[in-house]
């Protein structure tokens, strides 16, 4: 068994047997000879480069690593948060101003097909978000939209209503759509009024992000909470930016399905982010799992982890990645392109390092994994965006990564892609 298998299987957490008889299946049908060898061979040269950059080698301590890197992340934050005109949420209802200007100058989304406003206030009609009244005074659904706004509201349902009453308007509404009830809009980026932090801090339990988004209503939403932890715009920025390039992917699958006679079942399984958990096809084709959302998230050992698949919003991410590169060659000088650009080509990289025990440990260098890491301010070190970048680029360099998102699109609803 060549060093490759063994140091890939190892970062991805399978025998090297299974990626042995996948890279023989693979090779056979894309022609391709070597991938995994030339994957272990890019990811060796990327960590050599980066450790020799932060003045470190790979015989450097898992601590040592990690540290240096989590400065270059803190460096980063800093230009990115002056870049930004040193954004201060509370004052850009209104106006966004350079936050949402650079993430739109960076990548500006194409129209996406979502429910129509007026249905949406319609389906609110019938299905009234109680909590939302009874904090604002208002008698219906209608006044409340006219009064606060449609973005704001259908954003803050997230926050103000229980789990009952999304799961209801969810199954039950959304049960009479048509595609007259859908149209094509642009993808809208809203930052909300300060009042809002208000109502979510009385109806959340938990600390909650921020940011989020409304596939099926094509928003994209920030809530005003002060930027005040160390990693914080690069996290906000980079979520734009991710779900600028998620939200189309979506609208485009709406599009793809939206004349079929299951439309309904298949809209609700793309926002429940639905991941197969039937066996993968047992015959003579070789099958990819589908993998929506990050399984790791709820659980690290979920056995769909293990075996070959490929994950569209690790795609996001690589999107999101090359979008800063991009954003580095707008900025300026060399120091700053160095500190944006440094991180695009990293998201699949990881080795292991020994750590101040002996034990080795894993460290990723995917800049997503980082800035959670460091935003989350625990002991926990985030590993699965890089894990999940990696199957994604052994896929793409057997078949081509238009090819993956392509098959992706294709075999989403069905959860494999089979060769």
């Not at 009479?176 to 009830?181: I, K």
């Not at 149209?183 to 009385?202: F, H, I, M, P, Q």
């Not at 301010?377 to 078949?399: D, G, P, R, T, V």
């Amino acid at each position: 068994m060549r060093d490759s298998y063994n140091k890939i299987s190892k970062i991805l957490r399978v025998s090297p047997e299974l990626l042995l008889n996948l890279d023989q299946k693979m090779s056979a049908i894309s022609g391709q000879e070597g991938v995994i060898d030339d994957i272990a061979q890019q990811n060796d040269i990327l960590v050599s480069r980066t450790l020799t950059e932060m003045g470190l080698s790979v015989d450097s301590s898992a601590e040592e690593v990690y540290g240096a890197l989590i400065r270059n992340l803190m460096h980063l934050d800093e230009y990115l948060y002056k870049a930004l005109d040193k954004p201060d949420l509370s004052k850009m209802s209104v106006a966004c101003g350079k936050l949402c200007e650079m993430a739109l100058r960076v990548f500006n989304p194409p129209k996406g097909l979502f429910i129509k406003k007026e249905k949406v206030a319609e389906l609110l009609e019938k299905f009234p978000p109680d909590n939302m009244l009874y904090h604002f005074g208002y008698a219906n659904s209608r006044e409340l939209i006219e009064k606060e706004g449609f973005s704001s509201v259908v954003s803050a349902l997230r926050f103000t209503q229980n789990q009952e009453w999304m799961h209801k308007f969810f199954d039950t509404a959304y049960q009479g759509l048509t595609p007259d009830d859908f149209e094509e809009r642009d993808v809208e980026l809203k930052v909300l009024e300060t009042k809002w932090l208000g109502v979510a801090e009385k109806f959340l339990e938990k600390k909650y992000h921020n940011i989020s988004h409304l596939k099926e209503y094509g928003i994209i939403f920030i809530i005003p909470l002060p930027i005040d932890t160390p990693g914080e715009t690069t996290r906000m920025f980079t979520l734009i930016l991710h779900y600028l390039h998620e939200v189309p992917f979506y609208a485009g699958l709406f599009r793809r399905f939206m004349y079929d006679k299951d439309f309904i079942a298949k809209l609700q399984s793309l926002l429940r982010g639905d991941v197969s958990d039937r066996p993968l096809p047992d015959g003579k084709k070789i099958s990819w799992r589908v993998v929506q959302r990050y399984l790791a998230k709820d659980d690290e050992n979920d056995f769909r982890l293990m075996e070959q698949h490929v994950n569209p919003e690790a795609d996001h991410w690589f999107r999101a990645e090359n979008d800063l590169g991009r954003l580095s060659r707008m900025l300026g000088n060399n120091e700053e392109r160095f500190s944006l650009g440094y991180w695009t080509g990293l998201d699949f990289v990881g080795n292991f390092f020994k750590d101040k025990n002996g034990k080795e440990k894993l460290v990723s260098f995917a800049l997503i994994d980082l800035i959670m890491s460091l935003v989350k301010k625990s002991q926990i070190k985030y590993l699965y965006h890089q894990q999940e970048a990696m199957w994604n680029k052994m896929f793409s360099e057997y078949l081509g990564r238009e090819t993956m998102n392509r098959m992706i699109e294709e075999n989403i609803i069905k959860g494999f892609i089979e060769l």
